[in-house]
């Protein structure tokens, strides 16, 4: 059975909410990377080095990563000469498969969400400022939130003039409580009395905003390992999760700032939003490859519940759906 087979299978009516926001988020993607294969496929009757060629320019187009991309194509020509295919259209599938195998490789329990089945789930939540953090906690707060958690926030970014009022007008919007300080105030103080709050309110989620300034490594180093100290002071083993916020629509620039967090601070997953704003959702199989951190959710649009948790097949459907669509109607 073919891959888009595998997919059509499992995700059997286009009416399925889920899957239905991952093939609309990936639209822009979608265009741009599969239209270019389409065409790629079209021109070239054998699979060939030049085919290969100009495969690896239209997936580092797609900011897959040249790193990822060398693995990619040395891992599709070995599945070609395996299985003798000589028809370009079969790559389709096969760059469909590999980019599951890619994501998926690794340990498979670091892809879920770290909640606490009892007690206080505590996550950090750190990035550079407009990459959306402050939105993706008021998001995350209203799953939580409908799933029947208690929810709290900390206002943990002191130092960006209005950050906390952002998150006071999430926190309104959404229904939950607000832990905060004065402006300019020490972050981790703002950890310790949200900690305090949580645990006196018998909260489920304190999700904690921190400051995103980059402009010194050694002092945001420093900062977020006191503000984790404090948590963890409090509540042993937490924080559960510390999720670093990025833009897909910054590219390769996200990697970069990825980068930069990971040596910073011991990040558990990524959060990538706008997603649905790029052409180049490639950048997804760059991060997790290349860091080797699973992206844990993805931001597909503007809407309260765009904010989605990520999966690799949803993913590939997203990117492939017209073509999965295509076997479909061809049967």
């Known amino acids: 059975m073919s891959f888009f087979k595998k997919l059509k299978e499992k995700f059997t009516t286009q009416t399925e909410s889920v899957t239905e926001k991952f093939r609309e988020g990936l639209t822009k993607t979608r265009d741009n990377f599969s239209g270019k294969v ?4 079209s021109r070239y009757r054998k699979v060939d080095e030049e085919f290969f060629e100009e495969l690896e320019e239209i997936l580092i187009q797609a900011d897959v990563g040249f790193e990822t991309v060398m693995e990619l ?5 070995k599945e070609v000469k395996r299985r003798n295919i000589q028809d370009t259209k079969e790559v389709q599938a096969v760059i469909s498969e590999k980019l599951v ?3 998926q490789g690794g340990d498979m ?3 879920g969400v770290n909640i606490q089945e009892e007690g206080l789930t505590v996550i950090l939540f750190v990035g550079v400022n407009g990459v959306g953090k402050t939105t993706t906690i008021g998001k995350l707060a209203h799953k939580y939130k409908s ?3 208690k929810v709290l926030l900390a206002a943990g970014d002191t130092f960006r003039a209005g950050a906390i009022e952002q998150l006071e007008v999430w926190g309104e919007r959404v229904g939950v409580e607000v832990i905060k300080q004065a402006e300019g105030s020490d972050p981790a103080a703002v950890m310790y009395d949200a900690v305090q709050a949580a645990k006196s309110r018998r909260a489920d989620i304190l999700l904690c905003d921190t400051a995103g ?4 490594k050694v002092n945001l180093m420093k900062e977020l390992e006191k503000v984790k100290r404090v948590i ?8 559960h999760e510390v999720l670093l916020v990025l833009d897909a629509t910054t590219g390769q620039n996200a990697l970069i700032q990825a980068k930069t967090f990971k040596e910073a601070t011991d990040v558990s997953g990524i959060v990538l939003t706008k997603l649905d ?3 180049k959702g490639g950048i997804v199989i760059a991060i997790r490859n290349e860091l080797e951190i699973p992206v844990k959710f993805v931001g597909l649009g503007e809407k309260m519940d765009d904010l989605q948790e990520f999966d690799a097949e949803r993913y590939v459907y997203g990117l492939f759906a017209d073509l999965v669509e295509e076997e479909q109607t061809a049967e």
């Open 38 to 41: 389409n065409d790629l496929v």
């Open 73 to 77: 194509i040395e891992e599709l020509k």
């Open 101 to 103: 195998d890619i994501y």
């Open 109 to 111: 329990e670091s892809f």
């Open 147 to 149: 799933e029947g958690k």
């Open 213 to 216: 300034r980059l402009q010194n």
């Open 232 to 239: 963890e002071r409090e509540i042993p083993e937490a924080p």
């Open 277 to 279: 704003g790029t052409a």
